[in-house]
Structures are given as structure tokens and as C-alpha cells.
């Protein structure tokens, strides 16, 4: 059973943070890509940001370059995303997802969590 689950999601302030984790279970993902995508109301699901498994390489949505920084712990098959000066514009449902062979698009990820919400206020 692989399973991924997201947490960390709630409402706060523009210009205030948080940091999304996202567990892994029933496979450690050794080898595997691991991104964040987000889903506002009424929009498609967009790329965030990807990480590779040894985190020697990352990239990063332009909307969100400067403030979002993707990080991973292998040994707790763990996957972040630091939030920091958040904006309206970043309220959605973020995902996390794993693939063996992706990037930045979503139909490349093998494994999906069911999301978690992130409001920012004005």
C-alpha cells in the first residue's frame, strides 16, 4: 500500500508562512521525484515545485520563486514546502506527488496525497 499525505495546510496572513509536509508510506520512494502542485477554485492544477531524490536539483513555478523552497528527508520519507511571504494568491489545495520519471508536469507523477488546504488572507 503506498499512501501520501499532506499536513500543514491552514488559514494565515498575507505576508505570513508555513510549511506543508507531506509523508510517504508503504515504500521509501528511493529514486523518486517528488513535487508540489496547487489547485485553486475554478483553475487547473499547476506546477509548485519539484525536488530530486538526492536534492541536488530543483525548480520552482515562477509565481512562487524567492519564497517557496522545496526541501525532502529521505530517511522519513518526508517531503516540505516552506511557505514564506504568502499572498491571496497562493490559496489553493496543494498536493504532493511522487514519479519516477517527472518534473513539472503532473501527468508524469505515479502517486498523488489527497491535498491540504492553504488560505491567505488579506
Known amino acids: 500500500q503506498v499512501q501520501l499525505v499532506e499536513s500543514g495546510g491552514g488559514l494565515v496572513q498575507t505576508g505570513g508562512s508555513l510549511r506543508l509536509s507531506c509523508a510517504a508510506s508503504?515504500?521509501?520512494?528511493?529514486?523518486?521525484?517528488m513535487g508540489w502542485f496547487r489547485q485553486a477554485p475554478g483553475k487547473e492544477r499547476e506546477f509548485v515545485a519539484v525536488v530530486n531524490w538526492s536534492s541536488d536539483n530543483t525548480y520552482y513555478a515562477d509565481s512562487v520563486k524567492g519564497r517557496f523552497t522545496i526541501s525532502r528527508d529521505n530517511a522519513k520519507n518526508t517531503v516540505y514546502l516552506q511557505m514564506n511571504s504568502l499572498k491571496p494568491e497562493d490559496t489553493a489545495v496543494y498536493y504532493c506527488?511522487?514519479?519516477?520519471?517527472?518534473?513539472?508536469?503532473?501527468?508524469?507523477?505515479?502517486?498523488w496525497g489527497q491535498g491540504t488546504q492553504v488560505t491567505v488572507s488579506s
Open positions: 506527488a511522487a514519479g519516477q520519471v517527472a518534473w513539472t508536469t503532473r501527468r508524469n507523477y505515479d502517486y
Open positions: 508503504g515504500r521509501s520512494f528511493s529514486g523518486y521525484v
